[in-house]
């Protein structure tokens, strides 16, 4: 089931908001005043200046979160990808803010929960960005044994959610790297997705100028696990930047690509060698994330750091 399309919304000045809400309204006033009694046509005109810039600093775009501070955002919309699996869309306080998150950064999301003495917190990377206004995006798996996730996973619309942010030290700038490479499993395919779509989003053809080459590895244990695979293939297929190879435990007949673990072959063969200008994202279970760490030092690229900063060649969410 493919992620339903972000419902992002135009901030020019000749975006509706401001032909219906402003240039529309302004004109009938004045126009209208004017047949009325021409003399009092300045007021008019007037009147729509200042109800007019009200309305465009009204109308600009504000971030919301709050780096130290928890805030409550109200579940909007729940889309069901599977029996434990779901994208959960909450509002911001107004249509036209935004999250204001950079990509590549992460927020904290906490809740008291019963049996916890203290309030569970847990890092999340929302599958939106700020090109999307008045509303962020998670997309989350649910497990048994999960503390935030399965507390996601009773709510009903309306509902609060504790965030604040951002967190992270990754934060992604267009052609950081000539070359970025990637291997996530699971949920940890969120971050990656942001910066994959940021990338693509600045494009040449789409008026930016990255360059950046990227190429993923994602791996599940079955085919049905495979999170967002649908937009991941259309992001493949329209962007020739962009390569993502998958890999299953358990594959179905006929399987073409990666079976069993992600192994140094196959990082060998679908990710850029170790060299000055890439980078290696990895996130996953931490099982997977330690694996690969192992893994890539074999190979010659540098040893991940126990915490992550930017300026590693191996940088792990």
């Known amino acids: 089931m493919p992620y339903p399309p972000p419902k992002s919304k135009t901030n020019s000045f000749f975006g509706p908001q401001y032909i219906n809400g402003v240039y529309i309204p302004s004109a009938l006033l004045i126009f209208g005043t004017a047949i009325i009694k021409r003399e009092w046509t300045p007021f008019a005109l007037l009147l729509a200046v200042l109800l007019g810039g009200w309305k465009v600093y009204n109308n600009q775009p504000s971030t919301v979160l709050k780096p130290n501070q928890f805030q409550e955002f109200h579940l909007k919309e729940k889309t069901v990808i599977s029996h434990n699996v779901a994208i959960y869309r909450f509002a911001l306080p107004r249509s036209t803010d935004i999250l204001g998150l950079p990509i590549g950064q992460h927020i904290s999301v906490g809740a008291k929960l019963p049996g916890h003495p203290i309030e569970v917190v847990r890092s999340y990377t929302p599958i939106s960005s700020d090109e999307d206004y008045g509303y962020f995006d998670l997309l989350l798996k649910s497990y048994p044994t999960g503390n935030i996730s399965k507390y996601m996973s009773t709510l009903k619309i309306g509902d609060p ?103 140094p072959d196959i990082i060998r063969d679908h990710l850029p060698a170790p060299g000055p200008d890439m980078k290696l994202l990895i996130c996953g279970p931490p099982p997977m994330v330690s694996a690969m760490k192992k893994a890539t030092v074999s190979m010659g690229y540098d040893k991940a750091n126990t915490v992550s900063k930017l300026r590693d060649q191996v940088f792990c969410f």
Request: aromatic share 6%; no cysteine.
């Open 161 to 263: 959610l504790r965030v604040k942010g951002p967190k992270g030290a990754m934060v992604y700038t267009p052609n950081m790297v000539k070359h970025l490479g990637m291997i996530a499993g699971g949920t940890g395919i969120t971050p990656m997705l942001q910066i994959i779509r940021a990338i693509i989003r600045g494009r040449p053809r789409n008026g930016g100028n990255d360059t950046t080459e990227v190429d993923l590895i994602f791996a599940n244990v079955n085919q049905e696990d495979i999170l967002l695979k649908e937009d991941l293939d259309q992001l493949a297929q329209e962007d020739p930047g962009f390569d993502v190879y998958y890999v299953l435990n358990n594959p179905p007949e006929k399987w073409d690509q990666g079976v069993g673990f992600v192994t």
